[in-house]
């Protein structure tokens, strides 16, 4: 059932995820991840059980992807790379798909490769959920003004230090980053307004698109005024920012290369 | 805990649910249906363990609702009836929501004071799936012609004798219908097309929308020319049409009234 062993490859995997019932993408020894699902399927279609699969971005517990892309190596692939999908979707759960696959050099890093992420965060403001859309975005009750919280966005647009937007636990040296771009658009969905944060940036820090959008939700919905962006990020504090935004509004789109 | 008994009242309630992990909506002994959950919170907050609650569309497994519409009587609630969906969202599970309550006649009917329904049935059309979307939509691989399939719709509106679209199960005396309204639209959606099939008509058979969706989609897929939508209408034969599309992708967007 093996393929035979053939020159060692490497080939990157663009994969999209419904988070909702994995404890994140990387491998942990008691709990369901995308990164075990994924090297398991790698496995049965290659028929090497020690296929490792690296992600450009370690998504936590209950985000979800669209175009995560993932990394990893085999002698044991003799097709051409665009088949690898269609066999490894036969053996991945419905939740987690192979959109794409393709050559890459053997030393091709996900991460470090990258030339940015983009990432999308969906609130939906109303005073009753909307259970079909649950898993998708963070419902805040509260009115939010949007006009305002596209000022306070704007702020954060450019080179800035956003170490006050770093959760702990995996701390960066270096928190400057530059946001190219940090677009809201709302649409009318069904009793309220479905809020869509697209953010762009050359990397990102630990839980900072969830941070932001927990800051921009204290303007939007009038605790703070637009210009108090400016504070938080001169703080060089954590506290001082928005308390993190739950993770089922978050989704990984894209990756740049 | 039980608020005094009051005059006799009935509330017309507006519901919309996730139906993925329902038996649909009529309650059953053995199985979670969405009439069970309702009819338990809404013993809660009366303090009326008979309380029932009816329908106008008995949804199927899977099938989900934006707007189905329930009735229920009791003479236990005493505050007025925009207050009922706040009460009842504290009780029910969070893939149920109560969006609206008022008023209505003690005789009001659901279904017979209902002057016609719209549904909304979602297709993705692409070689790949879509994990986020698939408990909202049917993923058809083969490519979809969506000018062959408006064109097919077209021939099903206005007054025609759906018979072939009906299931066996709950067989209707008249079988005759006006679709008032049928569009389909199409948007790019990740690595494919998503079609937005809304159907509006002043009553509909057993399984109708979901039977007419799979004999769109065989005209769509190119299995059939869209004049046979005709054919399958004259032959008042269950037979002759597409298979039934799946529940996934059919949501019950409004109760007209």
Redesign the interface.
Known sequence: MSPPEGELRAYRLTL???GTNYFGWQRQPEHPTIQACVESALAEITGDERVKAYASSRTDTGV?A?GQSAVFRTCRWQAAADKI??AL?TKLP???????AIDVPLDFHPLRASTGKRYRYQIYNAR?????G???HWWVRKRINLTAMREAAAFLVGEHDFFSFQSTGSPRQNTVRTVSQLTIEGQQH??GDLYTLEIQANGFLYNMVRNIAGTLVQVGVGRERPEWIRDVLAAYDRRVAGATAPPQGL?LMEVYY
């Open positions: 999209a995820y419904d979800h669209i999908p269609f979707n419905a939740d987690i798909v192979a959109r794409d009753k959920a909307d259970p079909l649950a898993r998708m069904m009793d989704c």
